[in-house]
């Protein structure tokens, strides 16, 4: 199994600023994802980071807007540029361990 | 592109009931499907995979079936416990070649009283 933990927990933040969240995980991992979750809604899936190469985005999103770090293999950052209202989410990270994904507990941001 | 449906609508039960949720999907099977459970305030938490091969698959007192001909997923909570009041999320990868990249559905959230 896998333990995940994320900075901060939560943070509220103005409008036009950046925040970076980092994901920690206490076993090495290849594969990690980050997700949001956007108030009432499922979870969507933002980008894969794997160690070692640029990390790959889902549709609707783009480096300049989530730059995303994987320096090695049990730690990353997502970084939420510009920040709008619409940015107001849950961003969690995942890791892939054979076939479970384990989940952090998320960052809640609130975007004023 | 897929889509995935759960019933959006509360599902209260009587502690000691079957909770039956249910998971459609519409485009391609997928090799695999996943439920997860989530708490609020919390990252969704891996209860069960069941892959396109297999029908049914237990845990505990939860148990999953796979109905591709259906593009179908039932998940069933029995002898339901008030500590099994969640929102439950069925989960799908995201494309036929994309191991990991999950496609989740927006949940049913369950409330088993006393």
């Known amino acids: 199994s896998a333990v995940i933990s994320q900075k901060p927990s939560r943070d509220i933040c103005q409008r036009g600023t950046s925040l970076t969240i980092q994901c920690q995980v206490d076993?090495?991992?290849?594969?990690m994802f980050w997700y949001r979750q956007q108030p009432g809604q499922s979870l969507t899936l933002i980008a894969t980071?794997?160690?070692?190469?640029?990390?790959?985005?889902e549709s609707g999103f783009v480096i300049d807007k989530f730059p995303i770090s994987r320096p090695n293999l049990t730690f990353s950052t997502l970084t939420v540029s510009n920040m709008s209202p619409e940015d107001s989410s849950i961003y969690l990270c995942?890791?892939?361990?054979?076939?479970?994904?384990?989940f952090g507990p998320g960052t809640r941001l609130t975007v004023l | 592109s897929q889509k995935i449906e759960q019933n959006s609508e509360a599902l209260n039960i009587q502690e000691g009931k079957t909770a039956t949720l249910t998971c459609n999907y519409t485009?391609?099977?997928?090799?695999?499907l996943q439920w997860y459970r989530q708490d609020p305030g919390r990252g969704p938490v891996f209860l069960l995979l069941?892959?396109?091969?297999?029908k049914e698959k237990r845990k505990e007192r939860l148990k999953v079936t796979f109905d591709t001909t259906l593009k179908q997923s039932l998940f069933h909570i029995t002898a339901s416990q008030p500590a099994d009041s969640a929102t439950y999320l069925c989960?799908?990868?995201?494309?036929?070649?994309?191991?990991?990249?999950?496609?989740f559905g927006a949940g049913t959230q369950v409330v088993v009283t006393p």
């Open positions: 995942s890791v892939l361990m054979a076939d479970t994904q384990y």
């Open positions: 076993s090495q991992v290849t594969m």
């Open positions: 980071a794997n160690q070692g190469s640029e990390a790959t985005y």
């Open positions: 485009n391609y099977s997928p090799a695999y």
């Open positions: 069941i892959r396109e091969n297999e």
């Open positions: 989960a799908l990868e995201r494309t036929t070649d994309s191991w990991g990249k999950l496609q």
